[in-house]
């Protein structure tokens, strides 16, 4: 398989955070998203940002930035059509994502999806983490495992079918991978957890403990 495209999913309303561009926030010298940047962009073969309004406010990353489709603010699935839609137009035949409010997403990352998707006619992987007791009552576990739906290998041959499914209604990642045949990649416990994400001001705080004790 060759290498992926990669697309952030910076596309939300980031509610809990007040609103604005969540990706935005500042993050030791950088910011969200330059975290996210520099952990992702050596692992795929190009680099896309799914963010919707004003493009010009992303404009010191040198990324294309490609807006949802889709109306009314859908969920992470919309962002991912737009980068397969992207990833068509540049030949690719698979995409990664990995949402923009993750700082320490890990660096094997593509590594592990596209393990995971061996022998795949069309490779649909979703990150996943071991189960804790938190998790007992989510919605998004299968087998002992916690999903995480911002992050997963997508196939490009599958765009137009995403795509119906959307305007038909559906918003919920898993029940469409689920649909066809989605296999999950399995990544360990770490500290920090390697999808840990920045929902409230409280989470930001958090990161900002885990980069100082890294450093």
Do not use: C
């Not at 999913?9 to 561009?21: Q, S, V």
């Amino acid at each position: 398989m060759t290498r992926p495209l990669g697309i952030i999913l910076a596309g939300g309303l980031a509610t809990r955070m007040g609103g604005g561009d969540k990706a935005l926030l500042p993050l030791g010298q950088g910011t969200l998203l330059s975290h996210v940047i520099e952990r992702l962009r050596p692992q795929v073969a190009g680099l896309a940002l799914n963010a919707n309004g004003d493009a010009a406010r992303f404009e010191g990353f040198g990324l294309p930035v490609l807006p949802d489709t889709i109306e009314g603010f859908p969920g992470p699935l919309a962002g991912v059509l737009a980068g397969l839609d992207w990833a068509a137009e540049q030949g690719a035949e698979t995409v990664v994502t990995a949402a923009a409010d993750t700082p320490f997403l890990p660096r094997d990352l593509v590594a592990r999806l596209t393990d995971a998707a061996q022998g795949m006619a069309q490779p649909l992987v979703l990150a996943a983490t071991p189960r804790d007791e938190e998790a007992e009552t989510r919605s998004k576990t299968r087998s002992g495992l916690v999903r995480h739906p911002t992050f997963g290998l997508w196939p490009v041959a599958l765009r137009h079918d995403l795509r119906a499914a959307l305007e038909g209604g559906l918003r919920k990642v898993v029940l469409w991978t689920d649909a066809h045949g989605g296999r999950e990649a399995l990544f360990p416990d770490a500290d920090p957890a390697p999808f840990f994400n920045v929902n409230t001001p409280d989470d930001l705080d958090i990161a900002r403990g885990y980069l100082e004790s890294a450093t």
